[in-house]
């Protein structure tokens, strides 16, 4: 279904009945990254899915999509569907946004899970990384996209994933060179969410693998710890929702059924 935020069409789609479960896909991704999960998540709960500003079928709004813009694009559509209070899943770039989302309206949310995400800002060391890819993929879209999708993955799954990767990498590729610029210089400037995270009166939970090449395991663990979140720890990388598929479900079913 398609509805319009500002000058942005915003496509999300609604499968199931019952407590509404909000989904948000991560950078360069879309909503069908969620497909293998939704049949089992909507067995007793309404599931929204969404594509963020700049991703899959949803338009830009600009070259700077800060977390907060990305909040109020799922706000448009919340409010459309008349939903007050929901429990919400994000991930990577979609757990930055649950955040943003939750401090807008922190009454709103019942229960917060940040899969293969973190509620810290960006480290210079990553703001830099960021800069040199915006000013690739300036110049070799193509090239840069695809060698980001296979960095997601912990290198050893990288052969056994090959088709699913390369099949994620025309997916990423649907993103516009203009989405890819705004997510990431939103990234840059996102807050670090730690300590709202901690204080939040929502159930929070926390995934994270352990071979994740983009964020540091224990770190994310010791996030977990200080805010009194429950910590599931995967086997995987950055890709639950594929390298950890069988043991992410049950994982996800206990988040929302909780």
Not at 19 to 46: A, R
Not at 189 to 201: D, S
Not at 208 to 223: H, S
Request: aromatic residues 8%.
């Amino acid at each position: 279904m398609i509805l319009e935020h500002k000058s942005a069409k915003i496509f999300y789609s609604v499968t199931g009945t019952g407590e509404p479960v909000v989904l948000l896909h991560g950078f360069l991704e879309s909503s069908t990254m969620w497909d293998n999960l939704i049949e089992d998540l909507s067995e007793k709960n309404q599931v929204i899915t969404i594509d963020l500003l700049g991703h899959g079928q949803t338009d830009c709004l600009g070259y700077v999509h800060t977390m907060t813009d990305f909040a109020n694009a799922v706000n448009t559509v919340l409010n459309h569907l008349k939903i007050s209070t929901f429990k919400i899943i994000g991930h990577s770039l979609g757990g930055y946004i649950a955040l943003a989302l939750a401090e807008l309206n922190p009454n709103a949310i019942k229960s917060l899970c940040l899969m293969n995400s973190t509620t810290e800002a960006d480290s210079k060391d990553r703001i830099d990384l960021r800069n040199r890819a915006i000013k690739t993929a300036k110049k070799q879209y193509t090239g840069l996209v695809s060698m980001s999708i296979s960095n997601l993955f912990f290198e050893e799954n990288r052969k056994t994933f090959a088709n699913k990767i390369e099949a994620l990498k025309i997916e990423a590729l649907k993103t516009p060179v203009q989405g890819y610029i705004a997510a990431q210089e939103g990234m840059k400037i996102r807050p670090n969410q730690t300590e709202f995270f901690k204080t939040a009166k929502f159930n929070k939970y926390i995934i994270a693998g352990k071979k994740d090449p983009v964020l540091d395991f224990e770190t994310i663990k010791n996030i977990s710890l200080r805010c009194n979140a429950t910590f599931i720890g995967l086997k995987g990388g950055h890709m639950s929702q594929i390298e950890d598929l069988a043991d992410l479900k049950p994982a996800l079913l206990q988040f929302v059924n909780n």
